[in-house]
């Protein structure tokens, strides 16, 4: 018994861990854009083509291993991306024009939709539903760590070496991980259903699995369809964000600083304005508290915490970085030492980080949330290709606000020069969460029955099995 409880508590730690190490190959990229951008002779918006292709491969191919991981072994599968995703990072280390970035970050983005949707299938059966939403921010934080991590690395490796070490160090760090996966214990398929503990306490399986149709079912669901939509509205102004080191590089050089300088200061920027994330697992479990007064509070209350974020985030993108010092050498340590001292000595630093601590706190409310809500309301053999489906809307979503982004930044640089352009076009793209929240509101109407109709249903399958035994 000791002995099953340690490696279910090695496999949550591992694919917690795997959902960090994810998001900071992701993560690395945006500070990079610049520096890729001068070896590789090509324009800056070109990286955010690639960045999108990336992001909307990713949530192509998470179908594809969702609807396998609900069919069967889930551990060959994230085995099998793994391999993937690294040597493709590792080819992305070697690239030497915009074709074989492309290449290899389309490939990444092949392996990496094996993580989300399988860790996503593997958590909601070792998570009681009491805990959903605590679990799935301990793997949300993971994630915003991973990003932190992954920009942070960027910053300190690439001035010291190439731009193309940090992806070396990922591509390495995955490899590694194939190794761990060999120990971790799948999960039987709806063990976290108390409706179906005595009959997997038995030693017996579940026995459902998904079919192609069982899709139409799914997209029926009104809860299902409405939780995908704000993941629409949701990602578009998410994909934004990851602008935002480019944002602070213009800010300073408009300080009188060199490129060099504002790509290391930048990345320790971006990093600190993603910090709030790190509270997630606390607002995951006000979410569960929400909802455990109240079916479809945790859809109100998520509503409300990412409103909260708009106003913030706009005054955020406003604020110059007056009275900025900086090192005149672009020495990673010495930059991180000097923006930490200016965070506490410099009113302007201190109030975008402020801003941005709160505004991403409130955010990190989302995802969470979103993903307790879409367990409450699938079946068991459905959760990660619903959640495939979702991510591959969220994929679309971040993938257009990147386009997007690009364009009304095209627009705008004829009227305003940097950095305002960045701050006019960033501060656009945060209308999209107005109907985000209104998804959110209707989600609360129509939880009840359709989470009830999944107890429901278990529970009559659980009786036809006693009967036939």
Avoid at 58 to 77: Q, Y
Avoid at 295 to 316: D, K
Avoid at 353 to 362: D, P, R, T, W
Avoid at 456 to 467: F, G, P
Wanted: glycine share 8%; proline share 4%; net charge positive.
């Amino acid at each position: 018994m000791e002995t099953n409880k340690a490696r279910n508590i090695y496999t949550v730690a591992v694919f917690i861990l795997l959902a960090s190490l994810d998001n900071a190959v992701i993560g690395i990229f945006p500070p990079l854009f610049s520096s890729i951008a001068r070896d590789l002779r090509i324009h800056v918006s070109n990286l955010g083509e690639i960045s999108a292709v990336n992001i909307f491969v990713i949530s192509i191919s998470s179908i594809f291993w969702g609807f396998l991981a609900d069919k069967g072994s889930r551990k060959r599968l994230i085995i099998a991306g793994t391999v993937i995703w690294s040597a493709a990072v590792y080819l992305t280390a070697r690239s030497g024009n915009y074709f074989q970035l492309m290449l290899s970050q389309l490939f990444t983005g092949a392996g990496l939709g094996c993580i989300s949707s399988i860790g996503f299938s593997v958590l909601s059966d070792y998570t009681p539903r009491k805990w959903r939403g605590t679990m799935m921010s301990m793997w949300s934080m993971s994630q915003g760590f991973g990003t932190i991590a992954g920009s942070t690395m960027a910053s300190i490796i690439a001035p010291a070496y190439s731009w193309r070490k940090p992806f070396e160090v990922i591509a390495v760090l995955g490899l590694l991980f194939i190794f761990l996966y060999f120990f971790v214990q799948e999960p039987k398929k709806g063990a976290a259903e108390p409706e179906l503990k005595e009959i997997l306490k038995g030693g017996h399986d579940y026995g459902y699995t998904i079919e192609m149709s069982h899709i139409s079912d799914m997209l029926a669901r009104k809860s299902n369809r409405l939780l995908i939509l704000q993941a629409f509205f949701m990602n578009i102004t998410a994909g934004t964000l990851i602008w935002l080191p480019t944002l602070f590089i213009a800010k300073i050089e408009k300080q009188g600083y060199g490129p060099g300088i504002a790509v290391v200061a930048a990345g320790y920027m971006y990093a600190i304005s993603q910090l709030g994330g790190v509270i997630s697992a606390y607002l995951g479990y006000l979410g569960d508290r929400f909802q455990k007064r109240i079916a479809g509070g945790r859809a109100f209350f998520t509503a409300l915490a990412i409103s909260v974020a708009v106003p913030l985030y706009t005054l955020m993108f406003a604020i110059p970085m007056k009275d900025l010092f900086l090192p005149s050498a672009s020495n990673p340590i010495a930059i991180l030492t000097v923006l930490i001292r200016e965070v506490f000595t410099n009113p302007w630093i201190f109030s975008m980080f402020a801003l941005s601590l709160v505004a991403s706190a409130a955010n990190s409310a989302n995802y969470p949330n979103w993903l307790a809500m879409l367990i409450d309301v699938n079946l068991p053999e459905h959760r990660a290709t619903v959640y495939s489906i979702g991510n591959l809307v969220t994929g679309i979503a971040r993938s257009l606000g990147n386009l997007l982004i690009g364009i009304v930044l095209g627009i705008m640089s004829r009227f305003s020069p940097e950095p305002f352009n960045f701050i006019q076009t960033l501060t656009l793209f945060q209308a999209f969460v107005v109907p985000a929240a209104a998804c959110y509101l209707a989600v609360t109407k129509t939880y009840r029955r359709d989470a009830e109709s999944v107890e429901s249903t278990l529970k009559e399958r659980a009786k036809m099995y006693w009967s036939e035994s």
